[in-house]
Structures are given as structure tokens and as C-alpha cells.
């Protein structure tokens, strides 16, 4: 079982739409938790840390589950600019290392 | 800061030749990172150092490769000899160490092997 499981997708919404992408990880030890958009043929680059309580940046949400070991991130008001790939990441306290999800695949479409 | 520096951008070799791929981190960072990607696959993490040490190479494929951390501010990744199978992106990325530490990725290097 991979540590970082995504949905590849691809999903494919219109514009305005309100996707949700979800995530899980295996190791309970994890502590840190993000979601990297890539473009194609691009690095990935940091959309926002996933903190315990939830938190908010303009259109995008992300929420922890812990119990559940489950990472989810909502995008509302989809723009054409959104479509990308998008990874979880997770960060283990006790190895330090950065394990990436395959990333799940958005298009969003006029 | 220019970020993290990959070179080279694209590398096309034949099978058989060793390959070096370069990785300058941002300075002040002491985690760096050695990703794979193809589209089987997605991000694989082959190697990671701290403080230039190496902590967890389980990800290496095999022993044709090897990765290097001789000072804060240079890392290498060796392929030799290099294979077909070998082709896709290598991205280096390089962090702060800790919780909550977000990473850097460099442009990364296309690896074809023919």
C-alpha cells in the first residue's frame, strides 16, 4: 500500500464548479500536511499547509482529518486557471521525509 | 535567493553511459530531497539528506544509483550505467528541516535514455 493515496482523476468541471479532492496516508506518525499544484511539464510548487483546524486561502480549503487519516482540499468558483495537477504531501515528525501523493488531475473547462 | 538550481535542464544519453545530474539547494537549507517522476509513477523519493548526511536512500532503484552530498551547497545524483527504464524527470527540492517546513522543487532535469 503506497503511504500517500490520491484519486489521479482526471476531473473534469466547468468553470464556476466546486470540486473536492481527497487524500489518505498510512503512517499515523505523520505530522505536516500540503497540497502542491504542478503544472505541466513545470516543478511542483506549494498551494497551502493543511493545519488541524482547517484553514482557508480565498477559494481554496483545506481540512485534517487525523482520526481518519484523510487530507481533503475544495476548490470553489473553479477557474480555467486552476486546471493543473494536484499532489498531497505529508511530512513524518519522526523521519522528516516529504512523501508525495501521484496528484490528481484538474480541468476545467469554459 | 535564485531558488534551487538544477542542471543539467535536459539530458539525452544512450544506454550504457553514466549520467550526472546537479543540484545546488537555497542556502540555509538543510533538507534536500531527490524526486523521480514519470507518469506511471508520479513522485518517487529516491534519496534524502540532512545536514548533507544521507538518512533514507530505501527509495534508490538500484544500485546503479548512487547520490552524493559533499557540502551544503551541492548535491549529485549518478546514474551509470544508465537504462532505457531510467528516462523521466529528477527534481531535487530542498527544505528547512522540521515540522511544518514546506519544500522548494528546482526545475528538474528530462533524462532520456535511448
Known amino acids: 500500500r503506497k503511504e500517500v493515496e490520491q484519486d489521479p482523476g482526471p476531473f473534469n468541471v466547468p468553470e464556476g464548479a466546486t470540486v473536492a479532492f481527497n487524500c489518505t496516508y498510512s503512517?499515523?506518525?505523520?505530522?505536516?500536511f500540503f497540497w502542491y499544484r504542478q503544472d505541466c511539464r513545470k516543478e511542483p510548487k506549494l498551494l497551502m499547509s493543511?493545519?488541524?483546524s482547517g484553514n482557508e486561502d480565498g477559494r481554496f480549503t483545506a481540512q485534517l482529518n487525523r482520526a481518519s487519516q484523510y487530507i481533503s482540499l475544495l476548490i470553489r468558483d473553479s477557474k480555467l486557471s486552476d486546471s493543473a495537477t494536484y499532489l498531497c504531501v505529508v511530512r513524518s515528525y519522526n523521519t522528516d521525509k516529504l512523501i508525495f501523493g501521484t496528484g490528481t488531475r484538474l480541468q476545467v473547462f469554459p | 535567493d535564485a531558488g534551487v538550481i538544477q542542471s543539467p535542464r535536459h539530458e539525452v544519453t544512450e544506454m550504457g553511459q553514466e549520467v550526472t545530474l546537479r543540484c545546488k539547494p537555497i542556502s540555509g537549507h538543510n533538507s534536500l530531497f531527490w524526486y523521480r517522476q514519470t507518469m506511471m509513477r508520479g513522485l518517487e523519493l529516491l534519496i534524502y539528506f540532512n545536514n548533507n548526511v544521507p538518512i533514507d536512500d530505501s527509495g534508490m532503484p538500484e544500485d546503479r544509483f548512487s547520490a552524493k552530498m559533499p557540502n551544503a551547497s551541492f548535491s549529485t545524483l549518478k546514474i551509470q550505467p544508465s537504462e532505457p527504464r531510467d528516462s523521466a524527470v529528477y527534481f531535487c527540492?530542498?527544505?528547512?528541516?522540521?515540522?511544518?517546513?514546506?519544500?522548494?522543487f528546482g526545475q528538474g532535469t528530462r533524462l532520456t535514455v535511448v
Open positions: 493543511v493545519y488541524s
Open positions: 527540492a530542498s527544505s528547512p528541516s522540521g515540522a511544518g517546513a514546506e519544500a522548494f
Open positions: 503512517n499515523s506518525a505523520s505530522q505536516s
